[in-house]
């Protein structure tokens, strides 16, 4: 088959790809060796954050992760093994595990995720999508002295990035937020930020997408490339060989081995994170609550009500960890008023992509001259979805990237 673009991957930055390509007019095919929104995509949290501008990697990251790693309900989590590609990852992650690595990212996360925001409220207005988009902000709860402290610190140093945020006490948070646990001491409140129900949205585009011209293909899974001179010549699936004058590489955390495949070194490591999603109680919180002991968080998503977290490397695994499932619901009645009666939840489990540095690759291939890579969002890959698949759409038709990209090249690591 031949196609101008062929976008592999329908997540939340494939299928944002295709809809601005295909708004400009541009002939292009996304295929997915699934459905749309079938990896992490779906069950996420579905947090719109320039106020978490932090990449993953960042001081104290690297001491806090080796205290949980004793202790089976902790956030993070390592599955011991010998993993050469994890060896190196993780020694590549303690380089950026300090504070210039981490002040040189945080302007460039804030200033892609406000940019995303506005994609967000454009594309949904335009294209009428029911997603349930809500910007109330989003809290950052503390039950311990110590919590609060340290989250006060970091509040204020993300302050000094001209990030809008107010810090609570007590009476605050609680009128603020009434369904809290008694026992929360206060927080920050994250006024820049939205969420929505992920997959809502990723289908109202990808309808939308299709409107607008874009051919969208389910389960034709990518199994290999023909190259020649620097160059994609096929795309070999399981439904035939795919001809495209360029490619987009939009795999999530699928993109290393593929990008192994021609030759490239795209390092990631895939970290696994749960949600349970639950019909929303009467009454629940009015807009995200992250539990910040826990580092998990709850998310109202119109009639449901949905918890997410951990950070679990275990390699591409699809397995689900039923003791750090049920962390995160212990986590949930320790910061929320909850009804007694636990309710019967939808557990899911999805790979975030995770470069060493926890920022994302966006560009062109230096080694593949018709191949655009757009992943590695990590935490933050919903949240950067409309404005990576608009910065795909600018670097496919050869026009300047309406933000510069700085520190998201995808040669960085050879
Ligand atoms: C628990 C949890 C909570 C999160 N919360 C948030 C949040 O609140 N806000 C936020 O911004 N981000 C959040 N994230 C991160 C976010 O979900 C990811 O960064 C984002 O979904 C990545 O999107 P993607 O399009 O790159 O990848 P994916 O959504 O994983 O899509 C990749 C697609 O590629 C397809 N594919 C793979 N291999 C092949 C192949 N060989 N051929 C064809 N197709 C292939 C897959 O089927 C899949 O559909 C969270 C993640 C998790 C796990």
Known sequence: MQTDILIIGGGVIGVSSAYYLA??????????????????SWGNAGLLCPNHSEPIPGPGVLGQG?????????????????DADLIRWLWRFRGYCNQ????????????????????????I??????CDFEEAGGLLAFRTDEGLAAGIVQAEHMASFGLKLQILDAA?????????????????????????????????LA??????????????????????????????????????RQVVLAAGAWSTALARQLGLHLPMQPAKGYSITIPRPQPSPKRYVIFGERNAVATPMGDTLRFAGTLELSGMSAGVNQRRVNAICKAAREYLILPKKKPAGHVWQGLRPVPPDGMPYIGRSRRMSNLIIA???????????????RLVAELAQEQPPSLPLDGCEVDRFG
């Open 66 to 82: 080796l205290k949980w790693l004793l202790d089976v309900e902790s956030p993070l989590y390592i599955k011991p093994r010998i």
């Open 125 to 130: 207005a335009h294209e009428d999508i029911a």
């Open 172 to 204: 605050a948070i609680h009128a603020l937020e009434p369904t809290l646990h008694p026992e929360v001491q206060g927080g920050v409140f994250h006024q820049e930020d939205a969420f929505i129900t992920p997959h809502k949205f990723i289908f109202g």
């Open 23 to 40: 708004r400009a007019g541009v002939a292009v095919t996304l295929i997915d060796k699934k459905t749309v929104a079938a990896g992490s």
């Open 375 to 389: 992943t590695g969002h990590a935490m933050l890959g919903l949240s950067m979805g409309p404005i990576t698949g």
């Open 100 to 123: 210039q690595a981490l002040d040189r990212a945080i302007p460039r996360l804030r200033d892609m995720q406000r940019a995303s925001l506005d994609h967000y409220r454009q594309i």
């Open 207 to 244: 309808e939308a997408a299709k409107r607008h011209g874009a051919l969208i293909l389910d389960e034709t899974e990518v199994r290999g490339f023909t190259a020649s001179g620097g160059r994609i010549t096929a795309v070999r699936t399981n439904r035939g060989n795919f001809h495209a």
